[in-house]
């Protein structure tokens, strides 16, 4: 059952949608009240006008007119502020919608992050189920840029590896947790960036176009310019009252070739603008609300968005600027118009050089802007997690300590309310390791995943399904889900080996962290005699090493390694057969698992189990 505070947060979300639903009924019935006037003020004005003109005169049928004109022009002026609220309250309620399915997991409906491969050498990325559709990347995930969407997932896959480094990204997600009305007020900008589609918006073109090298400096040339066509304006005033000879025409031509010349360099002045000024005014109402959001009782966050409110150059100011150029390259547009226009004076170069002073100074902001925003996305994603599980517990990240981990209810983040059992478990010192038999289906993989996955949100900086975790930094490494490779020419077993090796370097490699490693089912690749010989040898060497580790696996004879070995200690899975149905309760104990399950399984199946097999024991199957 879903937890009674998680209740109240979902009982309330569906309280606001249902009011949401409510909002957006009258705004659509507004809507049509507004058409059928806008309809009936056309109609109208032209059947008054006509009568005015035909009774009253040509005057009175203008005034008609244009009275209806303005009429007209209010109402759709109206309409259009109707439309755009409805269209942001059903953003919102697409928001808290997403919220409900994210506590229910509803995964249909919360929306899924661009699937990324992941990198098959990295440490722990292919078995944890952070990443990808139903994944814990697909969980989290509220961020509406490419960019916040890759910060997050670069944040679980690689952990903060310091303790200082992960409370002060706690201190931040503390503060925005309870901040529920910023943190989707935030969302409601980002979403109606992507506009109609409301697509993930992105800014990486714009940031490539600043890094680029500027042009040369055209002020000389604009001033140049400049003097010569109001010469020419000059020579041609003084030609027309007779004061002066036809001189203009020859000054005319000579600055219409000198500008030809150098007009090249604002060719891309139009299409350079636009996109700055559609990322800026896109991220208008995001910069502006985080320039005068009152930070007086989150410091933490203030210090985070310091470049939006403590900027030399604010955002509205950049914003005003830009659309400004923007505007004023549109002549461009119109090759006419383009032409009349910079045949008289250097229009197109004066912004051009206008937006080169711009992209010079936007080239140590607009990045930062860009790339807090990115932070703060992510930051967004992990606060609204922590917001709406709040029996979940900050972890305690400790430089150094004994127990070097502890945890009490662990459970899997993926797991429904229903489904997900939660246990305690602890590694004293380094060279402990757990070796979990059980039967199958008993829960040993889960729990390893459980473990790691709650290890990687700790390090994000979030909350974890735990009524508590302490633990010092520990870098992770697993082997749980191998895969082979045909095209590769990589058998499952020769693939297990490359990744153990792998493992066994991360162990030994110099680092002040410990290695937390996870090994489901080892060398299943092979057979039963060889598996237990490798198994044994690999077991002692890892428990020399620096590091901790949970290993699963079905061969009951290593069980017997925790009375030769001091750090090795047996806990175990096990089942029982109710009405001929087998029972799992999934909760972790000490000792050697005392029960099979695979004759069992292949029985309730209906295979052909003998007598001789059935009395076989020894492995787990």
Request: glycine share 14%; hydrophobic share 45%; proline share 0%.
């Given at each position: 059952m879903i937890s009674y505070a998680s209740q109240r947060r979902l009982d309330a979300l569906r309280r606001q949608i249902k009011r949401?639903?409510?909002?957006?009924?009258?705004?659509?019935?507004?809507?049509?009240?507004f058409s059928?006037?806008?309809?009936?003020?056309?109609?109208?004005?032209i059947c008054a006008a006509l009568v005015a003109e035909r009774f009253l005169g040509n005057s009175i049928a203008w005034l008609t007119l244009g009275l209806f004109g303005a009429a007209f022009v209010a109402a759709a002026i109206g309409h259009r502020r109707v439309r755009h609220s409805g269209v942001r309250h059903a953003v919102w309620k697409h928001i808290k919608s997403t919220h409900v399915a994210r506590l229910t997991h509803d995964w249909a409906n919360i929306p899924q992050p661009p699937d990324i491969p992941n990198d098959p050498e990295h440490p722990f990325a292919a078995d944890l189920n952070l990443t990808g559709p139903r994944s814990v990347h697909h969980l989290l995930d509220t961020s509406t840029s490419y960019g916040g969407c890759a910060r997050l997932r670069t944040w679980l896959l690689k952990p903060l590896n310091t303790a200082e480094a992960v409370r002060e990204r706690q201190q931040i997600i503390r503060e925005l947790a309870p901040l529920a009305r910023f943190r989707d007020r935030l969302n409601l900008h980002g979403v109606l960036l992507g506009g109609r589609t409301q697509e993930r918006w992105s800014a990486d073109k714009i940031v490539d176009w600043l890094m680029q090298a500027s042009p040369p400096r055209l002020t000389p040339w604009v001033w140049g310019l400049g003097l010569l066509a109001l010469a020419n304006l000059v020579l041609a005033v003084l030609y027309a009252l007779g004061h002066l000879p036809p001189v203009w025409p020859a000054t005319w031509l000579a600055y219409l070739g000198l500008y030809t010349y150098k007009h090249r360099e604002a060719r891309s002045l139009f299409a350079d603008a636009y996109q700055l000024e559609r990322v800026l005014r896109h991220l208008r109402a995001v910069l502006i609300y985080l320039e005068g959001f009152p930070y007086g009782r989150t410091p933490h966050l203030a210090k985070l968005c310091e470049p939006?409110?403590?900027a030399a150059s604010r955002p509205s100011a950049s914003v005003r600027q830009i659309v400004r150029i923007?505007?004023?390259a549109g002549v461009q547009q119109s090759h006419l118009l383009g032409f009349l226009v910079n045949a008289l004076v250097p229009w197109d170069l004066f912004f051009a050089n206008r937006l080169n002073r711009y992209k010079a100074s936007a080239k140590a902001t607009l990045p930062v802007w860009i790339h807090t925003w990115y932070d703060l996305e992510a930051l967004n994603a992990l606060a609204t997690y922590s917001y709406l599980h709040p029996d979940n517990a900050f972890p305690e990240i400790v430089p150094q300590a004994r127990p070097l981990l502890q945890t009490r209810a662990l459970g899997h983040p993926l797991l429904p309310d229903a489904e997900r059992v939660h246990n305690d478990f602890s590694f004293e010192a380094p060279g402990d390791i757990a070796l979990i038999t059980g039967s199958n289906m008993s829960g040993k993989s889960t729990f390893l995943r459980t473990l790691g996955v709650n290890l990687c949100l700790a390090y994000a900086g979030t909350a974890v399904h735990a009524e508590e975790l302490r633990t010092v930094p520990l870098r992770l490494f697993t082997c749980i889900q191998v895969a082979d490779s045909v095209t590769d020419g990589i058998s499952y077993f020769y693939a297990e080996v490359r990744r153990l090796k792998a493992l066994l370097a991360a162990l030994n490699a110099e680092d002040e962290a410990p290695l937390l490693y996870l090994i489901d089912e080892i060398f299943r690749g092979t057979n039963n005699h060889e598996r237990l010989a490798g198994s044994r040898a690999y077991i002692e060497a890892l428990a020399s090493g620096r590091g901790v580790g949970m290993i699963s696996t079905h061969d009951l004879e290593l069980v017997g390694m925790a009375a030769a070995v001091p750090g090795i200690h047996n806990f175990h899975f096990r089942e029982e057969i109710r009405d001929g149905r087998m029972v799992f309760d999934y909760r972790l104990r000490p000792g050697p698992c005392p029960t099979t399950n695979a004759l069992k399984i292949m029985r309730l199946a209906g295979l052909p189990v003998t007598p001789a097999a059935a009395s076989v024991t020894g492995h787990g199957g």
């Open positions: 949401l639903d409510g909002r957006l009924l009258r705004l659509d019935r507004l809507s049509r009240k059928r006037l806008r309809t009936a003020l056309v109609l109208g004005g939006y409110w403590r923007a505007g004023a």
